[in-house]
């Protein structure tokens, strides 16, 4: 019994302790030139979606979630953005090359069709990033018609 | 009592040391594992110096074979072998306009291999990504040469109907999106030199 306690103490002495070990925070506020925003006309019903579903984990701007103050949460957020931003970083798109740019909007049509974007493990306590029907086919849309005229200044 | 609060404030401190480095350690793991892969291959053949855009279509073919035998683990080494061939590359004997359209395509070529090179149990993300890999290398043997005959193919079925093309040595038709399933699917679009 004894020993209980004394574990449980040690338990909940780490729970605190780690809460003063918190991660840097993305969120720069600045609107790089390399925004994607900067370099290509995203309608605005477009871009809303993506602020909402894909911006905390692909730009430099993360609205953190209440969970992302509490350890572990704040690792686990952090985590994501660090392997979110190294594949598609919104607030850098500009500067990737025209081809990865394509590749890129390529995978984002991919993704969100195949429903692996935006992840689940967020969705699921994000309800307000889970993309409707509707606004799927709105990005994928988008997505797909700008890759198309990229292809097209790539072939001239 | 003292005992417990020691050793939790050691915990603490491990911990934040662990945050810290843990961006170098992954990379450290990253490295390890390259090392590894390349050493084994250097008993094949010897490691070259420099490498040219034949050696980056070689890679791409060697992954277009993989993916047309059902087989994701090779198709993630051709991935590694595609990496090495970009990051040795002599573009010196291109000229300036070639230089240009290679420095466009090589950070996706490396991109789509990595991704593929790091999902060899995801042979159909692999897909995806060497449907992305074969426009850049389109680009890459229109600007550069193929310096043999290529073929450029189209699988009108792949992706929901919507289709996608590959680049092959060979004129048979062996479909590297569909495999097995569907192994000679597809007809050659243009011949490429
Ligand atoms: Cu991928």
Same mark, same amino acid.
């Given at each position: 019994m004894k020993l209980i306690k004394k574990i449980l103490l040690a338990i909940l002495i780490v729970l605190v302790a780690i809460q003063f070990i918190q991660p840097g925070k993305n969120n720069s506020n600045e609107i790089l030139p390399t925004d994607i925003s900067k370099q290509f006309s995203i309608p605005e019903s477009v871009q809303a979606v993506l602020k909402t *579903?894909? +911006?905390?984990?692909? *730009?430099?701007?993360t609205r953190y979630p209440? +969970? *992302?103050?509490?350890q572990p949460g704040a690792w686990w957020m952090a985590s994501h953005i660090k392997n979110g931003k190294a594949d598609l970083n919104f607030s850098e798109f500009? *500067?990737?090359s025209t081809h990865k740019q394509q590749s890129k909007l390529k995978s984002i049509a991919n993704t969100i069709n195949d429903g692996s974007m935006p992840l689940s493990a967020y969705t699921i306590i994000h309800n307000t990033a889970k993309l409707s029907k509707e606004n799927k086919a709105l990005v994928i849309d988008w997505a797909t018609k700008m890759k198309d005229s990229l292809s097209q200044k790539i072939k001239l | 009592m003292k005992n417990i609060i020691i050793g939790i404030a050691v915990f603490a401190t491990t911990l934040s040391a662990c945050n810290n480095s843990s961006d170098k350690s992954n990379e450290a793991k990253n490295k390890n594992s390259d090392s590894v892969i390349t050493s084994s291959k250097t008993n094949q053949e010897p490691t070259k110096v420099t490498t040219s855009v034949k050696d980056i279509i070689d890679g791409y073919l060697q992954m277009k074979n993989a993916l047309v035998n059902d087989n994701g683990s090779d198709a993630a080494n051709a991935g590694k072998t595609i990496m090495t061939a970009v990051d040795k590359?002599?573009? !010196? !004997?291109? !000229?300036d306009q070639q230089k240009k359209s290679f420095a466009d395509v090589a950070d996706d070529i490396k991109e789509n291999a990595q991704h593929c090179s790091v999902n060899g149990n995801k042979i159909e993300h692999q897909r995806e990504h060497f449907e992305m890999l074969t426009q850049d290398m389109y680009d890459l043997v229109k600007s550069a040469g193929a310096g043999q005959t290529l073929y450029y193919d189209h699988c009108p079925m792949y992706n929901n109907g919507k289709g996608a093309n590959w680049i092959s040595e060979i004129k048979e038709i062996k479909n590297p999106y569909l495999g097995k399933k569907m192994l000679t699917c597809g007809s050659v679009k243009e011949a490429l030199k």
């Open positions: *579903s894909c +911006y905390d984990c692909h *730009s430099n701007n209440w +969970y *992302s103050f509490i500009g *500067s990737y | 590359m002599d573009t !010196s !004997s291109l !000229s």
